[in-house]
């Protein structure tokens, strides 16, 4: 009888070039292919070949929100991996590994660990008659140990193999059996989780981030791109690559993060609703021309996908450090909107919203993500992602038929109660304008650094931040009203944060979350309330200083009462809150 059927935690580890990337992603397939819900998480080192990288596989019969730290099953490739990763192995957890790995067996059976050593070389040479088939041995033999049935990895294997041709699918059929069929009788008697299929098995997608966003910025418009690839953003670049003929977006990979936003700036004041993507040191890098879509008042959304810095920093890492930078980055004063969604609904949801909103209000949109969000995959359901729903708002934009009525000047930046002044796209001949990158009058002419003009366009300009916040969604509450323990945090820290939430409750600790998504403007009126009510409140946060935390003591004069943070360049986890709470000997 297993101990836990349908809730575990399985991690293939070894250097860049043995599959763990392909091999972890394959299974996840043949897993969800199962109706099972899945997150994963993957680490890898900023290399081509060589280092020490894992792919995470966590399995469940309900839906998941975040990783967990303990792993049942560990199958590593290489020593380096086993000495690593081998402490992440829970008691009467398993180590499966190719019989000839060298490694020091104390570090994984002191624990209370089991080993299971496989003949994986040795099968994949003799029935595949390739040394490189042993990582399909293995996702084999374990999917032997856990006596998941042999059909789902079939699969996978034979679509993911088919363009290679029969004789390659065949071969590693025939290896994946093998492993299945040794590892099944050797282990799985002595091995107590076990993952079964589920009867009901509607369509779901297994989605990261940077996918999840794309999908939103295709669905609401999105029809021109230009990035220059820098981890963790690229990937969204790729997507829309890849989409680009389908939907008729046009792709710019630049030479350069500055030539990115340029583009991106440019295609938006022609009237596309344009997208640059990148990470903290190309954001750095973009913040001269961030000024140029503030004063211009041009809409362009651009997504910050942190990574641990200052400057290289860890490039395939996680944080959340740029908070602060980028709700002001730029010189100068300037309206600007920042979203920070930690779920891939999320992503897809801030993608609508962003382009929306940058037309409406004619500003730059910054979209705060990390690696942790773009990488990490989850199992979700099709209605999650509405697209039948979005809906498209350009805001003030002036159809030919109105300019055409046009009975006075067109006036591009015209003095409007609401900051919003009426827009027209290039090419009638009543709505001729200047772009100017410095102060302008109303028709958009430079005017000579007239005091009285200043005060006016700046004024015009900023009053639509007072007006934004109206736009802006407060703080999710996730858990019971009037808990005595309350978990703050922004961005990708929702999953840690609520599973900590739940277990917190099982124990008999009362406790819920706000997370907030609209950071800027702060929706300060929708906040203020819920913050002032929580009797503890913890700021959970990835980054060194708080950094959120000390936004909403500037605003709303509400100091946590404790600070959870982390910047090893790992994301937080339910166990890393728990472990803080009880460190700091925070009882509610």
């Not at 009788?185 to 940077?210: C, H, I, Q, T």
Request: charged content about 20%; glycine content about 10%; proline content about 5%.
């Amino acid at each position: 009888m297993a101990r836990h059927a349908n809730d575990m935690t399985i991690r293939l580890a070894g250097e860049a070039g043995q599959g763990v990337e392909s091999g972890g992603a394959g299974f996840a397939q043949a897993l969800s292919h199962g109706g099972l819900w899945l997150h994963t998480y993957t680490e890898y080192m900023s290399r081509i070949r060589g280092g020490l990288n894992f792919f995470t596989i966590r399995v469940a019969d309900r839906p998941l929100w975040t990783h967990t730290e303990a792993v049942q099953v560990l199958i590593a490739f290489s020593p380096e991996a086993v000495a690593d990763y081998g402490r992440d192995l829970c008691a009467g957890g398993a180590l499966l590994f190719d019989e000839g790995l060298k490694f020091d067996r104390d570090t994984v059976t002191g624990r209370g660990s089991q080993l299971f050593a496989m003949p994986l070389t040795k099968i994949a040479m003799e029935l595949g008659g390739d040394k490189i088939m042993m990582n399909t041995c293995g996702l084999g033999a374990l999917a032997g140990i856990i006596e998941y049935p042999f059909e789902f990895v079939a699969d996978v294997i034979t679509k993911n193999f088919a363009r290679k041709g029969e004789a390659v699918v065949q071969g590693n059929l025939k290896v994946a059996q093998e492993g299945y069929r040794v590892a099944r009788e050797k282990y799985a008697g002595s091995f107590e989780w076990k993952v079964s299929p589920l009867e009901a098995r509607p369509d779901r997608m297994l989605l990261n981030g940077n996918q999840a966003f794309g999908i939103g910025a295709v669905a609401v418009g999105c029809r021109f791109m230009a990035g220059y690839p820098m981890t963790p953003a690229s990937s969204i670049l790729e997507f829309m690559a890849a989409h680009a003929k389908k939907y008729d977006i046009v792709i710019k990979q630049t030479e350069d993060e500055i030539a990115a936003i340029c583009f991106a700036i440019g295609a938006g004041n022609a009237g596309a609703r344009a997208l640059t993507a990148t990470s903290g040191g190309g954001f750095a890098l973009m913040t001269e021309a961030l000024g140029l879509a503030g004063m211009a008042e041009v809409p362009v959304v651009i997504v910050e996908a942190q990574r641990p810095g200052p400057s290289t920093g860890m490039p395939t890492k996680t944080e959340q450090g740029d908070l602060l930078f980028a709700l002001f980055a730029g010189q100068g004063e300037f309206p600007r909107i920042v979203l920070a969604p930690g779920t891939q609904e999320e992503c897809f949801h801030a993608a609508t919203r962003a382009f929306n909103l940058a037309e409406k209000w004619q500003c730059p949109v910054i979209v705060m993500t990390d690696f942790y969000l773009t990488t990490s995959q989850r199992t979700l359901l099709p209605s999650e992602f509405p697209i039948e729903k979005v809906t498209i708002d350009r805001g003030e934009l002036l159809t030919a038929e109105q300019l055409d009525r046009l009975a006075e000047p067109y006036l591009r930046y015209k003095d409007t109660p609401s900051g919003i002044s009426p827009r027209a796209l290039h090419g009638h001949p009543k709505a001729v304008h200047q772009t100017c990158s410095d102060e302008h009058d109303e028709y958009g002419h430079f005017e000579d650094e007239d005091a009285a003009n200043r005060l006016k366009m700046a004024g015009k300009r900023m009053r639509k931040s007072h007006n934004i916040v109206e736009d802006l969604r407060g703080p999710e509450i996730y858990g019971p009203e009037g808990a005595d323990l309350t978990l703050m945090g922004w961005g990708s820290s929702y999953g840690a944060m609520r599973e900590a939430v739940d277990l917190l409750n099982a124990r008999g600790t009362r406790a819920n979350l706000l997370h907030f998504v609209d950071i800027w403007p702060f929706p300060e009126a929708k906040a203020t309330p819920l913050i002032e009510a929580a009797r503890t409140l913890v700021a959970v946060e990835g980054n060194q200083t708080g950094q959120f935390a000390h936004l909403v003591r500037a605003l709303t004069g509400r100091r946590a009462d404790q600070l959870i943070l982390r910047w090893d360049g790992r994301p937080l986890s339910p166990e890393y809150i728990l472990a803080k709470l009880e460190e700091a000997k925070v009882h509610a």
